[in-house]
């Protein structure tokens, strides 16, 4: 048996202890996992500075006072949501017990994502131990570092039979495709995204697949410029661009262009200094082959601010591009790095029309002082999120599902959303051996006698 056929019989066969399934050995493992982050906290900084040169700070405000607040809310609601909730019934049964039951559904496989590691990683893993299930943990290979310390540390604070972590590549992640799950949760891209699909597909494995796109960010003339532009940048530039909610591009009338962009440049500054590569809070491109990769994407447009760069550090400066034209290099993918391109557009109708001709993003920004333009984006658009007057921090609410739709994925979670995502909602109506004078009555009215 490969490595990977072994981490997934190991899981079943532990599953199938039915340890798992109990909501106080569920409730453990979550208060384990949360000692892990408050005794472990250096060692996970220590990686993801190596890896995505991100700060102390960075790391505990992005990745991990997330994940022990979503731990904290699982724990304290878990009886709630693992509870049988009773439904209404029908005629045929008033006098029977009727209830939906939430079930774990079995071996689950988590595969991560590199830009945010451990808080896209462990975050559905929460959601699997909150609702009783197994898991494989695949952290993303492109975050060395990180995945070392994930597959050494989760080990010792959680059950390692149940929640197995299996590192390695594109082979390693290949030969998991091919066992089977009984849910594959995915975070990256679409074009992976369709790979998954099609491998879960000959199980009939159910997925969820977050994954990402080009998320449009309109600004209305009217809104306060600058304050918009202030937290415009925050959103891009956070983690170098590396966030899948980034907002990709900016949407607005040729009259503002021009204050847009001194407006951005002015916040690069405040937020980075004079020189972003010697900031601490600004991070690097993943690699190489990432560096290059976004770098190709300036050739055909105009820089306006920025540009810089330095494929030996990986590092990028926070750019902006001026006069896009949608047929553009920048525009043909998402960009996930620190660039920033400005399409001029006539107004709300176009900025509208323009979103729509597009694949659903996997969030939508717009900035406004009108409720009335926010309403009409709300109305007349789709994506997996809407926020209006900042960026990012929907992600951050877990009474609200984070997940796309169409193009940047299927399926959602956080908080309750996590746990029924990863539950089957069982069905259940008891009836008892006697009334069989109203069992009678209820078949003949069902045979129209």
């Known amino acids: 048996m490969s490595r990977e056929q072994q981490a997934v019989a190991c899981a079943k066969k532990a599953f199938e202890t039915g340890r798992s399934k109990p909501l106080e050995y569920r409730i453990q493992q979550l208060k384990n996992l949360q000692r892990l982050f408050t005794e ?3 060692d996970i900084s220590d990686a993801i500075n190596k890896d995505l040169r991100k700060s102390e700070v960075g790391t505990q405000l992005y990745e991990t006072l ?15 949501w693992a509870a049988p909730r009773a439904v209404e019934k029908n005629l045929l049964t008033l006098s029977d017990v009727v209830y939906i039951k939430p079930e774990p559904l079995g071996v689950v496989l988590i595969i ?16 699997a131990i909150a609702a009783g299930n197994a898991a494989v943990v695949k952290p993303s290979e492109i975050c060395v570092h990180t995945a070392k310390v994930m597959e050494r540390l989760l080990p010792l604070y959680i059950d390692k039979e149940l929640y197995p972590v299996v590192t390695g590549g594109v082979p390693e992640t290949q030969e998991l495709l091919r066992q089977r799950f009984d849910h594959i949760f995915y975070t990256g891209n679409s074009v ?6 099609e491998a879960a597909a000959k199980h009939l494995t159910p997925v969820t697949l977050e994954l990402g796109g080009k998320s449009p960010c309109y600004i209305d003339k009217d809104s306060d410029i600058s304050i918009a532009c202030r937290r415009v940048t925050w959103g891009k530039y956070t983690n170098c661009g ?3 909610i980034a907002p990709d591009y900016i949407l607005c009338e040729p009259s503002i262009q021009d204050q847009v962009i001194e407006e951005v ?9 004079d020189n972003p590569k010697t900031c601490p809070d600004y991070g690097r491109i993943i690699n190489q082959r990432h560096f290059k990769r976004i770098m190709a994407m300036l050739s055909d447009s105009t820089v306006a601010v920025g540009g810089d760069s330095d494929e030996s550090d990986c590092y990028i400066a926070p ?7 949608p047929e553009a290099k920048v525009m043909q993918e998402e960009i996930f790095g620190p660039i920033l391109p400005i399409l001029p557009i006539s107004g709300l109708d176009e900025a509208i029309n323009f979103i729509n001709k597009r694949e659903k993003p996997l969030a939508l920004y717009v900035f406004t002082s ?8 709300v109305n007349e658009t789709s994506s997996g999120g809407l926020l209006a007057n900042d960026c990012l921090v929907h992600y951050s609410v877990s009474s609200l599902p984070f997940g796309g739709v169409g193009n940047s994925g299927m399926g959602c979670y956080h908080g309750k959303f996590s746990f029924d995502q990863l539950s089957h909602q069982r069905s259940c109506v008891i009836k008892k051996l006697n009334m069989e004078g109203v069992n009678n009555m209820s078949n003949t009215t069902k045979h129209g006698k």
């Open 40 to 42: 472990r906290q250096k």
């Open 66 to 80: 997330g994940l022990e607040g979503e731990i904290n809310l699982t724990i304290k609601k878990l009886k709630e």
């Open 112 to 127: 991560g994502a590199w830009n945010y590691p451990w808080a896209v990683t462990i975050q559905p893993l929460i959601g």
């Open 192 to 197: 992976v995204g369709k790979l998954i699909m």
């Open 242 to 244: 590396q966030t899948c």
């Open 265 to 273: 440049k002015k916040s690069i500054k405040e937020f980075y200094t």
């Open 319 to 325: 750019t902006i591009l001026r006069d896009v034209k």
């Open 370 to 377: 009108n409720d009335k333009v926010i309403q009409r984006m």
